[in-house]
T-cell receptor, first 112, second 114 residues
Framework: QQQVKQSPQSLIVQKGGISIINCAYE??????FPWYQQFPGKGPALLIA?????SEKKEGRFTISFNKSAKQFSLHIMDSQPGDSATYFC???????????FGKGTSLLVTP | KAGVTQTPRYLIKTRGQQVTLSCSPI?????VSWYQQTPGQGLQFLFE???????NKGNFPGRFSGRQFSNSRSEMNVSTLELGDSALYLC?????????????FGPGTRLTVL
């Protein structure tokens, strides 16, 4: 059973546009929410992470928005660039745990 | 420092065979996790090892097993291969294996079962 639901499955955005990927979870024990970025032929790499004590975290062009009451979080990529074309995974886990639960991934294509 | 390495990078096997995949973590990392990546299911957690002990296991059949050596290197084994085992197998290492530790992924081993 998928504990983290991610949408959309794929996304095409024009250069300079905003890419938005959404995730939802059910387990209220989750208290750590990272996003991973994966380029073809490579393993995923940590992009940005958030804890539920803040509603937003920004790192450069990447922002995580977190809505605890709705049990949803999203990744916004501002001024999207062709180099951002990759697969993005959201994940969730408990601070005291040892395993992350990943979403199914979103394939992002940024067109020139 | 060197990243996570996985060998082999590609593997082709036939149904019923068994396979062993290897993972060398980043120096100093004591935790190794294994994931199965498929187009339909994304990343699914297999198991996590810390100091040669399996601490957590995902929802996979007993055909999937693993171990960790004293130098933190890890292997995973899949016995009696099925067509559905075709996937990218990723390992990730981290300092202590806690969820909040950054996991560093290797490039994966692409397993094809014919």
């Amino acid at each position: 059973q998928q504990q983290v639901k991610q949408s959309p499955q794929s996304l095409i955005v024009q250069k300079g546009g905003i890419s938005i990927i959404n995730c939802a979870y059910e387990n209220t024990a989750f208290d750590y929410f990272p996003w991973y970025q994966q380029f073809p032929g490579k393993g995923p790499a940590l992009l940005i992470a958030i804890r539920p004590d803040v509603s937003e975290k920004k790192e450069g062009r990447f922002t995580i928005s977190f809505n605890k009451s709705a049990k949803q979080f999203s990744l916004h990529i501002m001024d999207s660039q062709p180099g951002d074309s990759a697969t993005y995974f959201c994940a969730a886990g408990t601070n005291s745990g040892y395993a992350l639960n990943f979403g199914k991934g979103t394939s992002l294509l940024v067109t020139p | 420092k060197a990243g996570v390495t996985q060998t082999p990078r590609y593997l082709i096997k036939t149904r019923g065979q068994q396979v062993t995949l290897s993972c060398s973590p980043i120096s100093g990392h004591r935790s190794v996790s294994w994931y199965q990546q498929t187009p339909g299911q994304g990343l699914q957690f297999l198991f996590e090892y810390f100091s040669e002990t399996q601490r957590n296991k995902g929802n996979f059949p007993g055909r999937f097993s693993g171990r960790q050596f004293s130098n933190s290197r890890s292997e995973m084994n899949v016995s009696t291969l099925e067509l559905g085992d075709s996937a990218l197998y990723l390992c990730a290492s981290s300092l202590q294996g806690r969820v909040t530790d950054t996991q560093y992924f290797g490039p994966g081993t692409r397993l094809t079962v014919l």
